[in-house]
């Protein structure tokens, strides 16, 4: 395999989250995908394998499991993938279903990736699961938004969304690794989007990630995705919007992630963002 590494939703090296990259991972087995994904120690790794109908089959690997989705690991694909073969429009088979994802040049020559999320949707997050989280985190609902109320949000793979009320809460995060990993285990959450409300379409999140064998995710782009649907599905922005999230400023790898959110109900919504290769 020829593995790349690149950094999405940054043009610094130095910022957004760093993914692995296979551009063509045709006959390799998934022991040897994870045991990659683990060497490198990234949050995730994507290993892509083309197909005969124009399509391109892609998986995603944390460090310490397969994953159905994931928007970073997406970006940078779609971005290496572009300064390899061109900018245009590349269709994914994922294990959470399809994605399309285009690649185009900005003003200043660097590539920008923008995919399209398959369907979001919500579900409650019921009482006792919501008070577990908020005690393994620390946290108090006292401390929560209530204008943003919390919800479990799918996108291709499913986050607990949770809203702190002020910047310095959601700048305070110390959880207990193990109890959360084995929570979100128990109800298949990928990771935590916990987010802070700065303005109307301006947003900042942490997304603790235990199940990928990481405290912190830097940027991730299908909670980002899972957010905006929770957001068009609870009335919570008028629509059609353009969402700004800022993540990683508070582990040192700033990180910026565009979410266009379509007002047709159940449509796929939109993350964008560039890479550079490291």
Same mark, same amino acid.
């Given at each position: ?16 989250? #760093?993914? +692995? ?7 390799? &087995? ?22 005969? &109908? ?19 690991? !997406?970006?940078? !694909? ?41 369907? #979001? ?9 919501? =008070? ?27 986050? #607990? ?14 959880? &207990? ?13 990928? !990771? ?29 782009? =299908? =909670?980002?995705?899972?957010?905006? +649907? ?21 582990? +040192? ?12 109900? +159940? ?12």
């Amino acid at each position: 395999m020829e593995i790349s590494r690149y950094v999405a939703f940054s043009s610094d090296p130095a910022g957004g989250n #760093p993914a +692995g990259v296979v551009l063509d991972a045709t006959g390799v &087995d998934d022991a040897t995908m994870l045991a990659t994904a683990a060497d490198l120690g990234y949050s995730e790794s994507a290993f892509v394998v083309p197909a005969d &109908d124009g399509t391109v089959d892609i998986r995603y690997f944390s460090p310490l499991a397969e994953v159905p989705f994931c928007g970073h690991a !997406t970006i940078a !694909t779609a971005v290496a993938h572009a300064q390899r073969h061109g900018t245009g429009r590349l269709h994914l088979r994922t294990k959470a279903g399809p994605v399309t994802v285009t690649t185009d040049r900005a003003a200043d020559g660097s590539v920008v990736a923008t995919l399209v999320s398959v369907a #979001p949707r919500t579900a409650p997050l019921a009482g006792a699961d919501l =008070a577990e989280l908020l005690a393994v985190l620390g946290w108090s609902a006292g401390e929560l938004d209530p204008a943003l109320p919390p919800r479990v949000a799918f996108a291709g793979a499913w986050h #607990p969304v949770v809203a702190a009320a002020s910047r310095d809460r959601l700048a305070d995060l110390d959880y &207990d690794m193990d109890a959360l990993a084995a929570l979100m285990a128990r109800h298949d959450w990928t !990771t935590v989007d916990l987010v802070w409300r700065e303005s109307p379409t301006t947003f900042h999140a942490r997304n603790p990630f235990p199940p990928g064998g990481v405290v912190e995710d830097p940027a991730t782009g =299908a =909670a980002a995705a899972a957010f905006g +649907g929770y957001l068009r599905e609870l009335g919570l922005v008028p629509t059609p919007a353009t969402l700004t999230i800022h993540q990683g400023v508070d582990m +040192g790898r700033p990180s910026t992630i565009t979410v266009t959110v379509p007002a047709e109900p +159940g449509t796929g919504i939109g993350v964008s963002g560039t890479a550079v290769q490291i």
